[in-house]
């Protein structure tokens, strides 16, 4: 099983938008709407940030935003904040026999 | 409030197997759609999914480390454990516990625990 593939690197200016891809296969982003998306700042543990693709949990800011075309799921932050500043995972279920594959990982740097 | 703490030693020799434990609460782990996993994070890299069990018993393992990995749970402890056998130093890394939604999410992380290995 795979990993995701994701940039390693993405960097905007505070206030602007930013979008991080995250590209799989027909066997999990491309065959089903359950993409996740994590944020992770150092030292911290991830925490949640989209669901099934696009769904937000309770408190997490609407200028998060998912997506998905064909194989490839995407996170896009509008407005971006200083504390938008951390290491982002995608992850998605697979119809493998593991049920679960994240990404690679990407590093959101605020200019 | 659903919370989740991993426990477990912080230095392990090589060929040594590792046990954590994750004990979680508010929630349990005989409702139906209801899991929980573990995935590492050696430092600096990326995060790796490890092992899942369901309500059900059901259990899924990284296939890369398949032969080493066993996952059970203790439903009336609410706590599940997770076994790694011959342990090496590149299998350093923080070890989480997280609750996973029916939805295919972890929703809710436990803080981590480092594990080192060295002789």
């Known amino acids: 099983q795979s990993a995701l593939t994701q940039p390693a690197s993405v960097s905007g200016s505070p206030g602007q938008s930013i979008t991080i891809s995250c590209t799989g296969t027909?066997?999990?982003?491309?065959?089903?709407?359950?993409v996740s998306w994590y944020q992770q700042h150092p030292g911290k543990a991830p925490k949640l940030m989209i669901y099934?693709?696009?769904n937000r949990p309770s408190g997490v800011p609407d200028r998060f935003s998912g997506s998905k075309s064909g194989n490839t799921a995407s996170l896009t932050i509008s407005g971006l904040q200083a504390e938008d500043e951390a290491d982002y995972y995608c992850?998605?279920?697979?119809?493998?026999?593991?049920?679960?594959?994240f990404g690679t990982g990407t590093k959101v740097t605020v200019l | 409030q659903i919370t989740l703490k991993e426990s477990g030693p912080t230095l392990v020799k090589p060929t040594q197997t590792l046990t954590l434990t994750c004990t979680f609460s508010?929630?349990?782990?005989?409702?139906?759609?209801?899991?929980v996993g573990w995935i590492r994070q050696p430092p600096g890299k990326a995060l790796e999914w490890l092992a899942l069990i369901y309500w059900d018993d059901d259990k899924r393992y990284s296939p890369s480390l398949k032969s080493r990995l066993t996952i059970t749970k203790d439903t009336s402890k609410n706590q599940v454990v997770l076994t790694m056998t011959n342990m090496d130093p590149v299998d350093t890394a923080t070890y989480y516990c997280?609750?996973?939604?029916?939805?295919?999410?972890?929703?809710?992380w436990g803080q981590g625990t480092m594990v080192t290995v060295s002789s």
């Open positions: 027909s066997s999990d982003v491309g065959g089903y709407n359950y």
């Open positions: 099934e693709v696009s």
């Open positions: 992850s998605s279920y697979t119809s493998s026999s593991t049920l679960v594959v």
């Open positions: 997280a609750h996973r939604l029916p939805t295919d999410a972890f929703d809710i």
């Open positions: 508010g929630f349990s782990l005989s409702t139906s759609g209801v899991g």
